[in-house]
């Protein structure tokens, strides 16, 4: 595999959150766990770690030069069977940075490195623990904003969806070694090369339609992970701010009678019903007084353009004017949810002239101060998302932007293969293809992958994971 002179190294970090916990652990992984360990922690009847058995937690002392740190409880996990397959020994003690602090300056002091971000991980992956989609996934589910979306990744740790891919590549590595076998000892019979080509592409077409499902899948995968983008629109004082305040159940934006009091866009994640959606309140002005306006302007066109979907909101207690045509115009075009704000007021709106204005848009009325139709609009803006569907977070998801490309040229590598047939070519060419797909499929799983690609990947992880 890769040559990483680290590996040799024993590492240590602290793996709980920084700050006053209730109790920190420093984790140490290597070679020479035991012999630092036995050298900064003793149990009241003089053990050290290297006498305790695998899995057993004990209660002592931390020492350093003689002296005692800090009370504490270490827990050994002997190689292989532990998270990185390195003997692993945790010490959770009384914590406050201070005693966590000590721990760390002992355990390094006695020769351990303090460990990159992700390097457990990391180092699971290397020795053959987990494949790379598992310990991508150990990264999502400690990033993850919502339920649904640690339920997807609680299936990808288990390598459900490595198990789903290496399927896909036990077909593809078939008809390749059939494919190089008659490569290299070509027949003479051309009957029954045509029957051949037939019987590969008709396997080539099912492959293709396995990655076509998981790819079909990404889009739901995608949203659970980053959530829908929407984007809050309409003149001032329609209620924009109260509108996000109530979707996301905390004051987040000011609220006030006084127009034009949001100055910048606001942006948040709510979560409903276990989706994230990522809310964004614009100024809602169309001609700017100064140039803090101005930017906001222009950072409100922006987020609409990128908006998955625009609430646009009118104000029912009044008319409709020439503002919310010419912000119409604006967002007009996008995936577009009117909202019809305000009716606990007596109503002003003519519902004829907006049925006119947006005659293909769904309308929800609402009140954002006594939250009247909130639920109804909820309901609506989880239903967009699905279409309709409901998600089944038991399903395998492929949510992950590197694997969605991955998969995406897989599956023209194979699209490639078949064109071969289809255009008479030498079988070879087609097997290239297909050698070309498995290594897509291997830079997925991390078979085969390059060393920048990995630094890269376990560099988003927090240090002590
Ligand atoms: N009666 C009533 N007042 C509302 C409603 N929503 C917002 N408001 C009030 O309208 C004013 C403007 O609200 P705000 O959310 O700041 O509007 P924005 O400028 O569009 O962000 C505030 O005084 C709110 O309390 C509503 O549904 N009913
Ligand atoms: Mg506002």
Redesign the pocket.
């Given at each position: 595999m890769h040559s990483f002179p680290s590996l040799e190294d024993t590492i240590v970090a602290v793996s709980t959150p920084l700050g006053q916990g209730g109790i920190g652990i420093v984790r140490l992984s290597g070679k020479e766990t035991l012999s630092i360990a036995d050298q900064m922690f003793v149990t009241k009847n003089k053990k050290r770690p290297s006498e305790f058995k695998s899995f057993s937690v004990h209660y002592g002392e931390v020492v350093c030069r003689g002296e005692t740190i800090d009370e504490a409880l270490l827990t050994l996990m002997r190689a292989p069977k532990s998270y990185t397959k390195e003997d692993v020994v945790e010490i959770s003690s009384h914590g406050g940075m201070v005693a966590v602090g000590a721990i760390l300056k002992a355990a390094t002091g006695l020769g351990a490195r303090l460990a990159e971000p992700g390097e457990f991980t990391k180092r699971a992956f290397l020795n053959g623990r987990i494949d790379l989609t598992q310990a991508e996934a150990v990264l999502d589910i400690i990033q993850s904003k919502t339920e649904a979306f640690l339920k997807v990744s609680t299936h990808q740790i288990k390598g459900e969806l490595s198990a789903a891919l290496e399927r896909i590549r036990e077909q593809l590595m078939d008809v390749y070694t059939e494919m190089e076998a008659l490569v290299n000892f070509p027949e003479e019979d051309t009957g029954r090369d045509t029957q051949r080509g037939i019987s590969f592409q008709d396997r080539l077409e099912k492959i293709r339609q396995e990655i076509v499902q998981l790819l079909a899948g990404a889009e739901h995968g995608r949203i659970l992970r980053e959530g829908i983008k929407i984007v809050i629109c309409?003149k001032?004082?329609?209620?924009?701010?109260?509108l996000l305040n109530v979707l996301l159940r905390q004051p987040r934006?000011i609220?006030?009678?006084i127009?034009g009091?949001?100055r910048d866009t606001i942006e948040e994640t709510a979560n409903i019903k276990g989706i994230p959606f990522q809310i964004v309140?614009t100024a809602?002005i169309l001609e700017p007084r100064d140039l803090i306006e101005e930017e906001a302007v222009r950072r409100s066109h922006l987020s609409v353009k990128g908006a998955d979907l625009v609430l646009f909101?009118l104000d029912a207690?009044r008319e409709l004017d020439r503002e919310d045509e010419r912000l119409w115009d604006i967002v007009r075009g996008q995936n577009v949810v009117i909202v019809l704000?305000?009716?606990?007021?007596p109503q002003q709106i003519d519902r004829k002239s907006v049925k006119r204005m947006f005659p293909r848009e769904v309308v929800m009325p609402l009140?954002?101060?006594?939250k009247d139709g909130i639920a109804q609009l909820e309901e609506r803006l989880v239903e967009r998302v699905w279409h309709g569907k409901t998600v089944d977070t038991h399903a395998v998801f492929v949510s992950n932007v590197r694997h969605i490309n991955a998969l995406r040229d897989c599956s023209s590598a194979v699209e490639e293969a078949q064109a071969v047939f289809r255009k008479g070519l030498s079988l070879e060419f087609a097997s290239e293809e297909i050698k070309r797909a498995v290594h897509f499929l291997d830079t997925i799983t991390g078979r085969n992958i390059d060393n920048d690609l990995l630094e890269h990947i376990f560099s988003r992880f927090c240090i002590g994971k």
């Open positions: 309409g001032p004082n329609v209620g924009k701010s109260s934006a609220v006030s009678p127009a009091t949001t309140d809602g909101m207690s704000n305000k009716c606990d007021l009140s954002a101060l006594t």
